[in-house]
């Protein structure tokens, strides 16, 4: 695992203009960062990297988010899940390890909140 300061990020987004945009983002703040569009590129990624992050939208072509972040969470504990939608979805975050919300729309600063309780969380050796 990189430092604690510097998050892996698989990030799933199939808006490809908001893609763009976070990307750009999370790199200025040094973080590695995979952009995929769908659940299934996810899933590809999943197996052949490791990563600190899942942060990805609900709402995706084909296998929804949540799905995503249900498996990734089984088959990888250590992750972290960031779920991000326009729909309140804390009722089935709260049931999931490691997994918070981040409500559509967002703001960048809102972006760094996420990130730093998960960077806190593993300096705490809570994954």
Do not use: W
């Amino acid at each position: 695992m990189m430092s604690a300061d510097r998050l892996t990020i698989l990030y799933v987004e199939d808006n490809e203009m908001l893609r763009a945009t976070i990307v750009e983002y999370l790199e200025e703040l040094e973080h590695p960062v995979t952009p995929v569009r769908t659940a299934e590129e996810a899933l590809q990624s999943l197996e052949t990297d490791h990563f600190d992050v899942l942060l990805t939208d609900v709402s995706l072509p084909g296998r929804s988010g949540i799905d995503l972040g249900k498996h990734a969470l089984e088959r990888y504990p250590d992750i972290h899940l960031i779920l991000s939608s326009g729909h309140d979805v804390s009722g089935t975050a709260k049931d999931m390890r490691n997994t918070q919300c981040l409500a559509k729309p967002f703001d960048l600063d809102r972006i760094d909140e996420v990130l730093e309780s998960v960077r806190q969380s593993l300096r705490a050796g809570q994954s």
